[in-house]
């Protein structure tokens, strides 16, 4: 019985690190998202010659390195 009991912590536990794994892979790959999301609207505003944008943007940017 003890045994059961102790294959059936670690089965939470690998669930648990399973579920934090993909929550951290997750949360790098909006990052990401955004990130390139920012560099593109800077491109962007960099050919429009948009220099407010391209400030904000690049501040934003910083923000989320």
Wanted: hydrophobic share 40%.
């Amino acid at each position: 019985m003890e045994n059961n009991v102790l294959n059936g912590m670690d089965r939470i536990d690998a669930n648990l690190r399973d579920g934090m794994l993909a929550e951290l892979f997750l949360n790098q790959m909006m990052d990401d998202f955004k990130r390139n999301k920012i560099l593109e609207e800077i491109d962007q505003s960099l050919k429009n010659k948009d220099k407010e944008a391209f400030l904000r943007l690049t501040e934003e940017l910083k923000s989320t390195s």
